[in-house]
């Protein structure tokens, strides 16, 4: 299925073949309690993206630059009035971080 996926990016859509990441660590995968997630983080580590990077680092200035960026999920989106929804596979350690994030301003 995924060398579908790749093809079908690559001939499509190679601004997003080109943010899929390298395979994850095995630390990563044998941490990795769902195995859907676990055989997807085996062949890429979810995508990389100069916007998300930027969010993450705090760098507002680079977050306006590469807001475009934002709008290459792998997995597609939708908009509704003022509702924008764009999902990407997030790698292991942005997913963690996001997640510690949430988590922390629900206490």
Same mark, same amino acid.
């Given at each position: *299925? %995924?060398?579908?996926?790749?093809?079908?990016? *690559? $001939?499509?859509?190679?601004?997003?073949?080109? /943010?899929?990441?390298?395979?994850?660590?095995?630390?990563?995968?044998? !941490? /990795?309690?769902?195995?859907?997630?676990?055989?997807?983080? *085996?062949? @890429?580590? =979810? &995508?990389?993206? /100069?916007?998300?990077?930027? %969010? +993450?680092?705090? !760098? &507002? &200035?680079?977050?306006?630059?590469? +807001?475009?960026? $934002?709008?290459?999920?792998?997995? =597609?989106?939708?908009?509704?009035?003022? @509702? +924008? +929804?764009?999902?990407?596979?997030?790698? @292991?350690?942005?997913?963690?971080?996001?997640?510690?994030?949430?988590?922390?301003?629900? !206490?």
């Amino acid at each position: *299925a %995924w060398s579908t996926i790749e093809r079908c990016l *690559a $001939a499509q859509a190679p601004s997003i073949s080109a /943010t899929l990441r390298p395979p994850a660590q095995t630390h990563v995968l044998r !941490d /990795t309690a769902c195995r859907a997630l676990r055989y997807m983080r *085996a062949i @890429h580590d =979810g &995508q990389e993206l /100069t916007f998300d990077r930027c %969010w +993450v680092n705090g !760098d &507002q &200035q680079g977050v306006r630059e590469n +807001v475009d960026g $934002a709008w290459l999920g792998m997995f =597609g989106g939708y908009s509704a009035y003022d @509702h +924008v +929804v764009c999902s990407r596979m997030h790698p @292991h350690g942005l997913a963690r971080q996001i997640q510690r994030e949430i988590r922390g301003a629900s !206490d």
